[in-house]
């Protein structure tokens, strides 16, 4: 498609359960990004790749989520042992390149839902 | 800590009226900032972008106002229309044209839910 795609669209996991996202970027975008929103809240960043290196992940909360991106394109966000405070929309989004600039900008998928019961 | 924040958490108006739904900065460093549109259910839907060299950026029914003096950023839509009904963020980013910026790390507000009445 032409967007970026996420799946699962929902997930419920059960306390201390391994989860996957999955997120396939628009083609040919370079940069990928990951972020986490929480009900009523905005978008928060988690993580940013550039092609398969992992630029930035200080936003990740915990050692208990990892992110890769082995080639480029679709990038998998892991989070092990869920907690409830996981529960959240994890929000997936690529740029043609990086830095941002106008031509440049950051376009997003609908999200995983993830609820931890 | 340095962050982006709204004015105005909800904002209802008539179909047809224009609607402003303002954004404070505090980061000066600061030099990119985006609108973006999240209806129920979906992902934030880019809307319109502006550069720190700039105050003012028009879209379609959109226009984008930068006051770097406050720190304060507005998006305006004309004529208001009931698909506009959504959440609007602000998002800031800084490093414009280096890399040694804060690149993907966007940092949004907490949202402006507008509610268009027919």
């Known amino acids: 498609g032409a967007g970026v795609s996420q799946s699962p669209r929902y997930k419920v996991a059960k306390r201390g359960q391994d989860v996957a996202l999955r997120c396939d970027p628009i083609?040919?975008?370079?940069?990928l990004f990951w972020y986490q929103q929480a009900l009523g809240q905005g978008p928060e960043f988690l993580t940013y790749?550039?092609?398969?290196?992992?630029?930035?992940k200080s936003g990740l909360p915990s050692d208990r989520f990892f992110a890769e991106r082995p080639e480029g394109s679709v990038s998998t966000l892991k989070i092990q042992r869920t907690q409830q405070e996981d529960s959240a929309v994890y929000l997936c989004?690529?740029?043609?390149?990086?830095?941002?600039?106008?031509?440049?900008?950051?376009?997003f998928g609908e999200g995983s839902w993830l609820t931890v019961v | 800590g340095e962050s982006v924040g709204l004015h105005l958490p909800t904002l209802s108006v008539q179909e047809g009226d224009n609607s402003i739904i303002n954004c404070a900065y505090s980061?000066?460093?600061?030099?990119?900032f985006i609108w973006y549109k999240q209806e129920s259910g979906k992902g934030p839907q880019f809307i319109i972008d502006?550069?720190?060299n700039m105050d003012k950026r028009q879209g379609q029914r959109v226009t984008v106002l930068l006051n770097k003096t406050v720190k304060h950023l507005s998006l305006q839509i004309a004529a208001t229309q009931p698909g506009d009904s959504a959440v609007y963020f602000c998002?800031?980013?800084w490093g414009l044209g280096g890399y040694g910026g804060s690149q993907g790390n966007l940092i949004f507000g907490k949202g402006t839910k507008l509610s268009v009445k027919p």
């Open positions: 998002a800031e980013n």
């Open positions: 980061n000066s460093a600061s030099d990119y």
């Open positions: 502006i550069r720190s």
């Open positions: 083609s040919g975008h370079v940069s």
């Open positions: 790749f550039q092609n398969e290196a992992q630029l930035d």
């Open positions: 989004a690529s740029s043609l390149d990086s830095p941002l600039n106008s031509g440049n900008t950051i376009y």
